[in-house]
């Protein structure tokens, strides 16, 4: 099991007068190579969620088990923070304004230093990454101010690259993006989980949870409310919940209703849909 929380609590500025309990006893588990979403309302508890994940943020109570390493309240001094940092590393929403270097190869450089790699290995790996995100060597040099939004998000994306985390967290990734920047943020996330990552992703985006993730975590004013598939989640939902049901799940949903032979659980896109109404035409 890669991520295992128990009875986690946090609470914002405890034992004040404005203490605020963020989580109340959210137990879950995350398996090895999923691609999960967190959503609910804001203020439900998703991004206090995962910065416990990698001990940005400490428990107040309860425990956490990311693989071999372990996160408590008593875990304040853990010399293995840094150790666990690179094994799960979390993107932030709009990391792009986060980017602080003269240069992309510096900025996307900068983490590994931390982590202990000299200058020419950094510089190395960093150029690796850019071009795994889609950025050349033309871009290696250029102040990443002069980049669109787009491409400041893909040399924020590289720098998490370029540690090679094992476990990557994205707190809203296609936040203030196009469509096509959207699209190609979130195939560059796609390909990350199929080459054996696990991706943990925050959004309100429900046509990204439908089309990607294998496993929703609903929290509700700090509480697990549901888990469990994107099917499942959806049929149970009502009309006056915050969490919309995707058009293609209602019309594959209709389709269903009115006898067409659909499994909706393989839909995941309209060529889906498509391709399974092909189908069924053909064998009829």
């Known amino acids: 099991m ?39 309302r804001t203020g439900s508890g998703k991004s206090t969620l995962i910065q416990n994940l990698n001990a940005l943020l400490i428990p107040s109570s309860g425990e956490i088990q990311v693989d071999e390493f ?22 932030f929403q709009f990391p792009e304004y986060q980017l602080f ?22 510089i ?11 950025l050349n060597e033309k871009y290696y040099k250029k102040s990443p101010f002069e980049l669109s939004g787009g491409e400041r998000r893909r040399v924020a994306i590289a720098g998490i690259l370029a540690i090679n985390p094992d476990i990557l967290i994205m707190d809203e990734p296609t936040a203030g993006l196009d469509i096509k920047g959207a699209q ?37 004013d700090g509480k697990l409310a549901y888990e469990g598939s994107t099917e499942n989640l959806f049929d149970s939902i009502g009309e006056s919940s915050a969490i919309e049901i995707p058009p293609l799940y209602k019309l594959a ?25 092909k189908g069924w035409k053909k064998d009829e």
């Not at 190395?124 to 889609?134: N, P, Y």
């Not at 659980?265 to 849909?273: F, G, H, R, S, Y």
């Open 70 to 91: 372990h996160i408590g309240p008593k875990k304040r001094k853990n010399k293995k923070i840094k150790q666990l940092r690179k094994h799960v590393s979390v993107v």
């Open 184 to 220: 190609d943020i979130m195939g560059l996330v796609n390909d990350m989980y199929k080459q054996g990552k696990t991706i943990i992703m925050v959004t309100h985006d429900m046509d990204l949870v439908m089309k990607y993730c294998n496993l929703v975590f609903v929290l509700k």
């Open 253 to 277: 949903k209709q389709l269903k209703a009115n006898g067409a032979p659909i499994e909706i659980a393989k839909i995941k896109t309209i060529d889906d849909l498509i391709n399974q109404i």
């Open 124 to 134: 190395e790996l960093a150029h690796k990454a850019l071009l795994s995100v889609g």
């Open 2 to 40: 890669a991520i295992q929380v128990k009875d986690l609590r946090y609470i914002y500025l405890p034992k004040t007068p404005n203490a605020n309990i963020a989580l109340d006893g959210v137990s879950l588990e995350i398996p090895d190579h999923s691609f999960v979403a967190f959503i609910g």
């Open 101 to 122: 270097e003269e240069t992309v190869e510096k900025d996307v450089a900068f983490g590994l230093k931390n982590f202990g790699y000299k200058d020419k290995e950094a």
